[in-house]
């Protein structure tokens, strides 16, 4: 039951209030763990994406070089029966067009084979770069990893000091009337913000206001609920004599 005075009231209140504070900042921090873990996954994707896309440009410029490869080869064939019906000829002009024909191929070869060796060499830097791309994937798991672990660790651990703290909070609350009570979880579910202001040198501790000098004198007799005129929060002051404990 809420036997105190007010003044000690308020005091409870305000230790109230400041574990509440912590307790929603351990919140937040559990909370934004799915998305440092959400984080982390995008960034081995990235690089697997970026792995898959080169993957595939390595593809490309092998089934590249196999259709060239093949096109000198059937060059080859082709090349092979035109020999062949020229030694069948009779006339110089036929003899004269094969050759044509022959060296028609042979054009075609060379600049084929040009492409091959560029393709070669596409082909052997994609290789190159996949390596150091799968290493860097490797790499980025393996930090991914023990982040990953460090975030669940966390996790776990908030968990268990967010349940530590929740049951902690309700020691305070025997020690606060209903009504005032009721004012501060009203106030600070709607506001999200303090509902209990420190009273110091005059001054609001909220609104940094100067405290109106009549409820001032009010506030420091502790004998009602006395509210910031400007922000409206309720006023936990300073006590007048320094050896009652405050905050
Ligand atoms: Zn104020």
């Not at 995008?42 to 259709?67: G, H, I, N, P, Y």
């Not at 290493?135 to 349940?163: C, G, M, N, P």
Request: net charge negative.
């Amino acid at each position: 039951m809420a036997n105190g005075s007010l003044r000690q009231q308020l005091a409870v209140l305000y230790q109230l209030q400041e574990h509440d504070r912590e307790l929603l900042s351990i919140h937040q921090r559990f909370q934004a763990i799915p998305q440092h873990l959400k984080q982390l996954e995008d960034s081995v994707t990235k690089f697997k994406t970026e792995m898959t896309k080169k993957s595939d440009e390595l593809a490309d410029v092998e089934k590249s070089l196999r259709s060239k490869n093949a096109e000198i080869e059937m060059n080859d064939v082709q090349r092979e029966k035109y020999k062949i019906e020229q030694r069948a000829v009779t006339t110089n002009e036929q003899y004269t067009a094969l050759d044509n024909q022959i060296e028609f191929l042979d054009q075609k070869d060379s600049e084929t084979e040009e492409e091959i060796l560029e393709l070669m060499e596409k082909s052997d830097r994609l290789k190159e770069e996949l390596t150091d791309l799968d290493a860097e994937v490797a790499r980025e798991d393996e930090k991914t990893a023990e982040k990953r672990l460090e975030f669940h660790e966390e996790q776990k651990s908030l968990k268990e000091l967010i349940d530590e703290k929740t049951k902690q909070r309700s020691q305070y609350l025997p020690e606060i009337n209903k009504e005032l009570s009721r004012l501060y979880h009203n106030w600070v579910n709607r506001r999200k913000s303090d509902f209990v202001s420190l009273g110091k040198n005059g001054t609001c501790g909220s609104c940094r206001l100067t405290i109106q000098p009549q409820n001032l004198k009010e506030a420091q007799k502790y004998e009602k609920i006395v509210y910031c005129t400007s922000c409206k929060r309720l006023l936990y002051v300073e006590p007048l004599s320094s050896d009652i404990p405050f905050p």
